[in-house]
């Protein structure tokens, strides 16, 4: 079933059932406090015929009962064998067809007969002619009551109609109006799922309700995925790009031996050496994608001491570049909370790259400020212009390909770094001089728990 017929199926369903329960209420209501009202009439009516019989001794019984005949009505006198005592008091024939029998206490009741419709009916005992004991039945015809019952039943028909007429149409309008802008989402949503758009919707100046919220969610959310989806398909096609270049290096090599390998021996010997220092890159390259992938997986903490992680990283570059690195420090320990094998790359990526940008010595300076550790990795070396430092930190962003190729970059260092950085809730920042020389600083949160 649509929303559309289920909201309107509940709105005039819910307004039915309150407009007949509050129009039977007052319909019965009404019609009791009426019947009530002719009753208690009768009533009066019937003690002052009993208070005449018993007061007038000279004039007949029969005829003081004619002269209380009231009118549309009907009255008998019973004795105990159910008897009539005189002849039915009536105008009206009808009457005569009416049951009764003896009673010896007071009955009002409000009888129901095919003929004459609702008949009031008092039953009262009485001492009739001075001595036995009979039964007054006085009766009259509710003409009155009857046809009020039923204009009543047709007003309030009317005025049921009246509401419940209006409800649907309410139903009907507010159905639409919620579901207009659901039925323009899902649009939105199948013309984005089916045609590969990133459409939006477009916001009007309206009330900010729940609806308008969603839409502002839907159209965030549509934006978020637009650029998330850009940068994957500008990282595919970066990746494949510098996968390509190996990958077209190797094949010319390979073209070259089988062209002049066997009579030139030396061209094989260069074509292999090239073939594997290219294949090493791709190696590399792949290696570096694969850890882009797995540093954004949940990553555990360990206590870790910075300083001698550091010292045992500087002493693996020292034994194999024989280049001067040292660290200052006024610290012997520092242990941060942090994942050992992230921030080793991290320091390999930073430490690796002063070496390859400089010729100078390189200095690490390790400092702690209140709840963060802060090193300084500063080198003496080419230095960065002003407009690639907005850039290094971006995948494959490479300020020299030329050089970065001969030192083997793959321009995925920085960005590794970052990454890892921000995992640990710290930063990277650098500062730079072209040709004098680059500081990059990293601040990794403490946190001991
Ligand atoms: P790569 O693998 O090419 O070194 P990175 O992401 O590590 O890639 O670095 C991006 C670029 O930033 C490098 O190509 C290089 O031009 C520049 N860069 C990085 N570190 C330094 C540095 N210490 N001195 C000068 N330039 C640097």
Same mark, same amino acid.
């Given at each position: %079933? $649509?929303?559309?017929?289920k909201?309107q +199926?509940?709105? &005039? !369903?819910?307004m039915l *059932?309150?407009? /007949?329960?509050?129009?039977t209420?007052i ?9 009530d ?8 009516q ?26 549309n ?7 105990k064998?159910g ?14 067809n ?27 005992p ?5 001595e036995?004991i009979?039964?007054l ?11 009020? %019952? $039923? ?5 309030? +028909?009317?005025? &049921? !109609?009246?509401?419940? *007429?209006p409800? /649907?149409?309410?139903?009907n309008?507010l159905?639409?109006?919620?579901l ?59 990746a ?11 094949k ?11 009579s030139h ?24 994608l ?17 300083i &001698? !992680?550091?010292?045992? *990283?500087?002493?693996?570059?020292r ?10 420090t006024?610290?012997d320990?520092l242990?941060?909370s942090?994942?050992?094998?992230q921030?080793?790359?991290l ?13 100078e010595?390189i ?16 080198d003496?070396?080419v ?11 971006h ?53 001991h728990?």
């Amino acid at each position: %079933m $649509k929303l559309k017929t289920k909201i309107q +199926l509940f709105t &005039s !369903l819910v307004m039915l *059932i309150l407009v /007949v329960l509050v129009n039977t209420s007052i319909y019965f209501l009404f019609y009791k406090i009426t019947a009530d009202n002719e009753l208690e009439q009768l009533s009066v009516q019937t003690n002052a015929i009993v208070e005449t019989l018993n007061t007038n001794d000279e004039i007949a019984e029969k005829e003081v009962l004619r002269a209380f005949l009231p009118v549309n009505g009907m009255i008998r006198v019973i004795d105990k064998t159910g008897e009539e005592l005189i002849p039915t008091i009536t105008k009206k024939k009808d009457y005569l067809n009416l049951s009764y029998k003896y009673f010896d206490s007071e009955v009002h009741e409000i009888i129901t007969d095919d003929i004459l419709g609702k008949v009031a009916v008092i039953t009262k005992p009485i001492i009739w002619e001075g001595e036995n004991i009979a039964t007054l039945q006085v009766s009259v015809q509710l003409v009155t009551l009857s046809e009020t %019952m $039923k204009t009543l039943f047709y007003v309030l +028909l009317a005025a &049921s !109609l009246s509401v419940l *007429i209006p409800t /649907v149409i309410a139903g009907n309008l507010l159905s639409r109006f919620i579901l207009r802008p659901i039925k323009l989402l899902i649009n939105t949503m199948k013309r984005n799922t089916k045609q590969g758009e990133w459409v939006k919707i477009k916001l009007d100046n309206r009330s900010k309700d729940e609806i308008f919220e969603m839409e502002m969610t839907f159209n965030e959310m549509i934006e978020q995925l637009q650029i998330n989806y850009e940068k994957q398909e500008v990282f595919v096609s970066d990746a494949s790009h510098e996968l390509k270049t190996p990958i077209s290096i190797i094949k010319g090599y390979a073209q070259l031996i089988e062209r002049r390998g066997e009579s030139h021996p030396e061209v094989l010997a260069e074509s292999v050496r090239a073939i594997d220092s290219e294949a090493e890159r791709m190696n590399q390259l792949v290696e570096q994608l694969l850890l882009l992938a797995k540093n954004k997986e949940d990553i555990t903490f360990e206590k870790v001491d910075v300083i &001698s !992680l550091s010292e045992k *990283i500087i002493k693996s570059f020292r034994d194999t570049n024989d280049r001067e690195i040292c660290i200052e420090t006024d610290l012997d320990e520092l242990i941060i909370s942090a994942n050992r094998s992230q921030i080793e790359q991290l320091l390999y990526i930073l430490i690796s790259n002063a070496l390859k940008y400089s010729d100078e010595v390189i200095k690490v300076f390790i400092r702690k400020q209140a709840e963060t550790v802060s090193l300084r990795f500063v080198d003496r070396g080419v230095g960065i212009s002003k407009t690639d430092l907005e850039h290094i930190f971006h995948r494959f962003y490479r300020i020299d390909k030329a050089r970065t190729r001969s030192t083997g970059g793959t321009g995925l260092g920085l960005a590794i770094a970052k990454q890892i950085a921000l995992a640990h809730g710290g930063n990277i920042s650098v500062e730079s001089i072209l040709d004098v020389g680059s500081t990059f600083t990293l601040k990794l949160p403490i946190k001991h728990d």
